[in-house]
């Protein structure tokens, strides 16, 4: 009896029920505390990851967007023969003013050969090649960049600037006619990518219309490489009259 009256009178509960009472609750609302504030931090480190995802994406994006819109600026057009001979003319006449600017003589004879075999003829750039007469060997299509056409810089042995005749003798003459090879050379070829390519020669070193330029091999010859490679130029006035002359036919 005594007993368990002693279990069912509250002021016989003991300090020990109380005391594990409130250390339970104590254990409880701290474990609830800790449970918060690590839910908090995982909310953060969440949200941190997220945001640093995001910004790796972006990131992967815009280098992707800046290598694609690189390589768009230099996507080819098609242009037709008659499209190349205007572009071609219009190009040479603000290039005469220019020669006449700097006391110099250009001329469109800037490629040419004897001659060879059935192989396309090209010339090498930091692009690839660059196709500049199509025999079929192996085709246009095999050139991610085409020829519109070009021109010649130099320095007339008689003086004369402007836009010139260079092709003054036979073929087997080619520039010695006219031109002074002791002075610079700057051949420009204009790319159907809009961008303008530059062979620097001339200084004491003979020069003809075959210089840069080589031939791929078609119906048995050997392919004829390229004595010096083109580079593109550095003439930003030349390349934005290009683009300006393409542009009329996008």
């Known amino acids: 009896m005594s007993s368990a009256h002693d279990e069912t009178n509250p002021e016989k509960t003991s300090h020990f029920a109380i005391a594990f009472q409130v250390t339970s609750l ?72 220019r020669a006449e600017i700097g006391h110099m003589a250009v001329s469109d004879w800037y490629f040419d050969h004897g001659a060879a075999g059935n192989g396309d003829w090209y010339a090498n750039t930091p692009d690839g090649r660059v196709q500049t007469q199509d025999n079929g060997n192996p085709g246009a299509e095999a050139f991610k960049i085409h020829s519109i056409g ?12 402007g836009k010139q005749d260079l092709y003054q003798g036979s073929f087997a003459d080619n520039y010695a006619v006219a031109m002074d090879f002791d002075q610079p050379v700057s051949k420009y070829m204009l790319g159907d990518n809009g961008i303008v390519y530059e062979l620097k020669t001339g200084n004491g070193e003979n020069v003809s219309t075959n210089t840069g330029f080589g031939q791929t091999s078609g119906e048995g010859t050997e392919e004829y490489q390229p004595d010096q490679d ?19 036919y996008k």
């Open 150 to 161: 070009g021109c010649v810089f130099y320095k007339s042995k008689d003086g004369s600037t």
């Open 230 to 248: 083109f580079e593109i130029s550095s003439d930003s006035a030349a390349q934005s009259e290009l683009k300006k002359l393409i542009n009329q």
């Open 26 to 97: 104590s254990k409880k609302y701290k474990l609830t505390a800790l449970n918060d504030a690590q839910d908090k931090l995982g909310s953060q480190t969440f949200s941190a990851t997220s945001l640093q995802a995001k910004s790796d994406a972006t990131e992967s994006s815009s280098k992707f967007n800046a290598t694609n819109k690189n390589t768009l600026s230099r996507s080819s057009v098609s242009l037709n023969s008659v499209q190349k001979e205007k572009i071609n003319a219009a190009f040479l006449n603000w290039a005469a003013e």
